[in-house]
């Protein structure tokens, strides 16, 4: 008489225990949470340049404020993440505002060639 292959229903683990372990997963992992940056959901004001960046390229300065990007408004550095992030290693435009000491120009527009990584 042959023998019949155990199955993983015979052990009792089949589809069903698979979702629940889907489920138990998710669940574990929401309750955890993960980290994210303060600054993200910040008015996105540049603090720094770094020397030879786009930025620094771009004519963009300490202070200024990131106000559009691709012709799409910015409101937090959330926002530039997903519009720097969606168009990498390509020219973007965005437009800026300038601080008090270059009155002459209130809003500068540039094209920049972001590097992501």
């Known amino acids: 008489m042959a023998r019949r292959a ?3 229903s015979d052990h ?4 069903g225990h698979n979702i629940l372990l889907a489920v138990v997963l998710v669940a574990v992992i929401n309750g955890v949470g993960t ?6 959901d910040e008015k ?4 720094q340049i ?3 960046s786009p930025a620094e390229q771009a004519g963009l300065r300490v202070d200024d404020e990131i106000l ?18 969606s168009r990498p290693d ?3 435009r965005s437009e800026s505002s300038g601080t008090p000491d270059r009155a002459h120009r209130p ?7 972001y590097h992501m990584g």
Do not use: C, N
Request: aromatic share 4%; no cysteine.
């Open 68 to 85: 559009s990007i691709a012709g799409r408004p910015v409101k937090t550095w959330s926002d530039v993440e997903l519009a720097v992030g």
């Open 44 to 47: 996105p004001v540049i603090g």
């Open 6 to 8: 155990a199955s993983a």
């Open 35 to 40: 980290q994210v940056p303060a600054f993200l």
């Open 50 to 52: 770094a020397p030879g």
């Open 107 to 113: 809003q500068a527009e540039t094209v920049t060639k």
């Open 12 to 15: 009792g683990h089949g589809p």
């Open 90 to 92: 390509r020219l973007v």
